[in-house]
């Protein structure tokens, strides 16, 4: 019953919030955080960093093929360039370019891995189990279940970031976008196109992802 | 702890932290450089801070422990002695532990044992301690499709084991190896793999002989 | 949750921390991380046992408390029932305690146990 999950799950927060208030004053008084280096944190991932980020990276691949060859050759140092320095979570970036042949998809099976410097902090659907469990074996059903279809004759490769690195997708960019400025392309790199569950939109589209042919 | 700065400016980093006195400041940024220069791995850094006397540990200012730890590596290393450190030389000494390549702890090189387009096999581990190689993974035939260099292997290395430092690979798996005959042909799974997790793999290399 | 159940809220639009708890617990764990009290990797370690051990919680951020706490625990940065200890004391200070509710423009910024007032050194600016 739902009054009744909910009531739970208020009741968890209830106590996870408590419980996390007692560990900060613990560690205050150690002296081992500050609450306003906290603060700064909680800041920076809620304000500054997001995948508005990883859109300016690949609308600037999309525009300046020299920019793209330095970011698929050397991701950090490309997108260093754009002065998006590498987060808590490593310096390790990996760019995979999706072709007409070719679509790839990132999950982290083990956990959550996810590219924060570039996209921020990842959605709750990203970490859930049915994601990261079906997306290696069974990705066009999950696609589709972001509205994506792909061609049966495309190769999907779906890359699992068990270890260090962490994957940015670089989606193709669409077409009728010729005429498009990159502050224009921006927008139309959703984050979900650069974890690969979608492809990049349309121009003109209503915020869905294209459709293939 | 006073000394002259020898080493060219101190970089500030985006979100730098709240410093309540000038030689926290200081310390900061010579713990920064210290790991930025790889003159010793954050690993080392850590272990040290953590070998600090609870009744220490427990009074001591952030900024303090890392003072501690780095006092304790500098000594480890023979980079100073404890009368040097008493004496209040340590900022003197870090130009020389800049100088110094023996001091430099660097990244282990180590030969790797694969290469792209090898076959390979993965391990099929019952134990729990191979945290890093997904089930659905284990007993595997897949290809090296990348080395993507070095890195201490969190197995051991987190649990107080060493760093075991060795070479980590993306592995392409075929949708049909992990999930049988009727998944698609087009499908694949890249898995990033410690090499300890690795056997070569009978069946094609998909390598290019020399001189084909 | 278990992998059967549907791929929940697949437009991702939330925010990014659900509760201001869950900030909190997140940026409590990157501070001591970036403080060199432990390694991202070693972190990662206790998360992935918890998400993936018998306890696991369908919460995302209950199984990153867990696993902070637990990691801590082993490290000797907290003593066994610190946390309990520490919960008892701060539910003595408050003989009523208060019904939560998190309306959705409340802002998320709370200073639970800091005693100086922020001041304009935290600015950090773009």
Redesign the interface.
Known sequence: MADHHDHKHDSDDDQAAARVKALEALLVRKGLIDGQMLDLIVDTYENRVGPRNGAKVIARAWTDPAFRKRLLADGPAAVNELGFPPGPEGVHLIVIENTPRVHNVVVCTLCSCYPWSVLGLPPVWFKSPPYRSRVVSEPRAVLREFGTELDDKVEIRVWDSSAEVRYLVLPMRPEGTEGLSEEELIELVSRDSMIGVTQAKSPGAKGGSERRA | MGGKDGFGPIPIEENEPVFHADWERRMYGIGRLVLTKRLLLLDEFRHAIERIPPAVYLNATYYEKWMLGLYTILIEKGLATPDEIKGGLPVELLPTVRLKPTAKASVPRVKPRFKKGDAILTRNFISRLHTRMPRYAHGKHGVIHADEGIFPLPDTWAHGGGPNAQHVYAVRFSARELWGENASPREFVYIDLWEDYLEPGRGKSTRRRAGS | ??????????S?D????R???E??????A?????????????F??H???E??GPDASP????NW?HA??EMLTD????IAD??EA??AA??ADQPHPQ??SHPPDQP??T????Q?D?DG??D?G?
């Open positions: 949750m278990t992998a059967n159940d549907p791929i929940p809220n697949p991702g939330e925010r990014t921390f509760t201001p708890w900030a909190r617990v997140f940026s409590i990157v501070t001591l991380s970036r403080h060199g009290l432990f390694s991202w990797d070693e990662r370690e998360l992935i046992a998400i993936n919460d995302y951020y209950q408390l902070l706490e490290k000797g940065t907290l610190e946390i520490e919960l701060l539910e019904k939560h998320l910024r200073h639970p146990g800091s100086e922020a050194d935290a950090t773009d």
